[in-house]
């Protein structure tokens, strides 16, 4: 199960994208440290496409292709927009509770739904059964992480609008570069998505007049931000290798690359001072049992 290996190779790039987005942190607004970061991503993608001979594919690819991958970077942007949007409107604690369950949840059910047979090991019964499980404990962890007060102590909940719409629209990009890319290089297909993506971006930074901000990101800020970059196009990179293999089981990666959330939310809980680590402790661990049954029910 060659897809297997390139999952946890996702994984590994997702903790260095995890660290060194953290370390890469300043003054500047989110969607400016993003426009300046997809910038990076688009370069690091071209280099590995020219390393791996993949360079005449980016203008080689039916008219087809490019429609696709034009709306995967189009959910990108979307994605990313709306992230930050979520992440100013409520704690991090809560929103990355929110957003890791949220991914899985809905990008889990698009694949059950589009891929029936391909996530439940042919449509058994019980597989079936774990499945479905495994989608309600991710949804009671959704509910849980926005009702319960201490965690989500804010009244207003216009972030969860905006952390649903993120949510979406990453769940529709894999499942697009799942069942309409997949015959594409990965590497091709994370140059073009995340170059329709920058250009978004950059609009949008220009629009808002945050463009004026790239002043704010320190030098040792944009070595981190490339650092962080290149994990980001490896983790995009070997995903999309994973979905492209033939008999990849999608729940299965999006399980063992979503295990980066479970390490870094329990070593937060765990090592850091807060008032709510029960009420944390129990969203993780109904995050996590449901990842795992999704992941049975592709194995079993």
């Not at 509910?143 to 952390?163: D, G, Q, S, T």
Request: charged share 10%; glycine share 4%.
């Amino acid at each position: 199960m060659e897809y297997v290996v390139f999952s946890f190779l996702a994984l590994l790039a997702s903790v260095g994208n995890t660290i060194f987005n953290r370390l890469g942190s300043n003054h500047a607004s989110a969607l400016t440290n993003a426009t300046v970061k997809s910038f990076f991503i688009v370069i690091a993608c071209f280099f590995i496409c020219l390393g791996l001979g993949h360079l005449p594919r980016l203008y080689s690819l039916s008219l087809v292709d490019y429609i696709w991958l034009m709306v995967v970077g189009i959910l990108t942007a979307i994605d990313w927009i709306f992230y930050f949007l979520a992440i100013k409107k409520t704690n991090l604690e809560t929103f990355s509770n929110f957003v890791s369950a949220g991914v899985l949840f809905l990008s889990n059910t698009l694949f059950m739904i589009f891929i029936f047979m391909g996530v439940t090991n042919g449509g058994k019964p019980l597989n079936v059964t774990l499945y479905v499980i495994g989608l309600i404990l991710l949804l009671v962890a959704l509910i849980f992480v926005v009702l319960n007060k201490k965690i989500n102590p804010e009244a207003k909940r216009l972030w969860v609008i905006y952390a649903v719409i993120s949510c979406l629209a990453f769940a529709f990009l894999l499942l697009i570069v799942k069942v309409k890319l997949s015959h594409i290089e990965s590497d091709v297909i994370s140059f073009h998505q995340i170059l329709i993506c920058f250009v978004v971006m950059a609009v949008s930074s220009l629009i808002t007049k945050n463009i004026k901000e790239l002043k704010m990101i320190r030098p040792i800020d944009h070595i981190y931000i490339f650092i962080g970059a290149v994990f980001n196009s490896l983790l995009n990179i070997f995903r999309y290798q994973a979905f492209s293999y033939t008999n990849c089981i999608p729940a299965i990666v999006n399980v063992i690359i979503g295990l980066d959330f479970i390490i870094v939310s329990f070593a937060t809980v765990l090592f850091y001072k807060a008032h709510n680590k029960v009420q944390l402790l129990i969203a993780i661990s109904l995050i996590f049992s449901g990842m795992v049954l999704n992941l049975v029910a592709g194995l079993i």
